[in-house]
């Protein structure tokens, strides 16, 4: 149905005259007649309160499928860093409707969390933020240092605090609740990623075993992980023999360039690091759109080196990549890039 049927039809079931709404609007008549007959399109800024007035949301006024509307969502989290209250609660109530009885409750649910921790993640700027501020206020003070591990992800020392059991045993449910053919490997990555940081290796042997047998396994995870358990085990020779034997045996798969990037970065060579994570983007130029990870690294190795120049060169071949590449604008990826840019600008000397 388009937009001025729409208001035809609330405005009917408002029981107002055009007049009248027009006059709730501070329009004229006519202008209401236009939109009803399709003539012209009440602009933009008016349609909050049309919403208002008829006392639905903006979205029902344009009689979105529920395939749109959760696009619909998707995109204005991606836009917008934070979302009004107002918005969040209607979003939330239409997700948690479709996830209970929708018609892809899945879909439903991922884009809920999604909202939940779009919340979460600007709220987590905000504390992080003030954190800080707090924490140089008074150094000796503890009262704000442990919020920068929760909102930042900082390290901390207690074991306690960092080991990652609850989401090994949720990891180990849900490869033992797959029963669906072929099964997946996507629930040993996270797992193997959470036994290894938490250096339960001979655990991680076993998974690894079982993800190696799976038909849909990747054949470059395989020892990538092998080098990930020697490291873990404090075998860095073992492990760097693992490595330099894959980057070899599996010169054709483009994706050991990245993996091997990562392994080089986690044991501080940054200069090897570098290396490959450049020859993975470069690999990528004839399958355009490309992911941004690997620029994302390079930036942050420069900066962890204290080279702010090249750090920020990296960041705008970053931004050049999702303008022209992704076709991004207006994103809050953009504005995020756009700020580093600028932060590390001013370091340079």
């Known amino acids: 149905m388009e937009i001025g049927m729409k208001i035809k039809q609330l405005r009917f079931r408002a029981s107002l005259t055009q007049e009248q709404l027009a006059e709730k609007l501070g329009l004229s008549a006519q202008a209401v007649s236009k939109w009803e007959n399709s003539v012209a399109m009440p602009d933009i800024s008016l349609l909050p309160e049309l919403a208002g007035i008829f006392g639905i949301s ?18 204005r989290m991606d836009i917008q860093e934070d979302l009004e209250p107002d918005t969040f609660r ?48 008074a150094p000796e003070k503890k009262d704000c240092q442990w919020l920068l591990q929760k909102t930042e992800g900082s390290a901390p020392w207690d074991w306690d605090a960092c080991h990652h059991s609850k989401s090994i045993d949720f990891f180990k449910q849900v490869i033992e609740e797959d029963h669906i053919e072929p099964r997946t490997p996507m629930p040993y990555y996270y797992l193997l ?44 020779k073992q492990a760097d023999a693992i490595m330099e034997k894959a ?75 999702l303008k022209k590449e992704w076709g991004f604008s207006e994103e809050t990826i953009v504005r995020e890039t756009e700020q580093e840019i600028d932060r590390l600008t001013k370091l340079i000397k």
């Open 90 to 137: 209607e979003y939330e109530d239409f997700l948690k409707e479709q996830a209970e009885s929708g018609t892809d409750r899945q879909k439903a649910a991922s884009v809920l969390a999604n909202l939940y921790y779009h919340r979460m993640e600007s709220c987590s700027r905000r504390a992080a933020a003030w954190a800080r501020k707090a924490t140089l206020m």
């Open 58 to 75: 903006i979205d029902e006024l344009f009689d979105l499928t529920v395939e749109q509307k959760i696009l619909r969502i998707e995109n």
């Open 247 to 321: 980057l070899v045996d599996l010169a054709d798969h483009k994706d050991i360039l990245f993996e091997a990037a990562q392994y080089y970065a986690r044991k501080c060579d940054y200069e090897k690091a570098i290396q490959y994570f450049e020859a993975f983007h470069a690999a990528g130029e004839d399958s355009k759109p490309r992911f941004t990870d690997a620029l994302e690294s390079i930036a942050t190795i420069y900066e962890i080196t204290g080279d702010y120049r090249k750090a920020a060169e990296t960041r705008k071949r970053l931004l050049d990549c």
């Open 193 to 236: 990623d959470n036994l290894i940081a938490d250096h339960r290796t001979k655990e991680a042997r076993k998974y690894l075993k079982d993800f190696a047998a799976l038909p849909a396994h990747s054949v470059v995870m395989v020892p990538v992980y092998e080098a990930a358990i020697a490291l873990a085990e404090y075998d860095e």
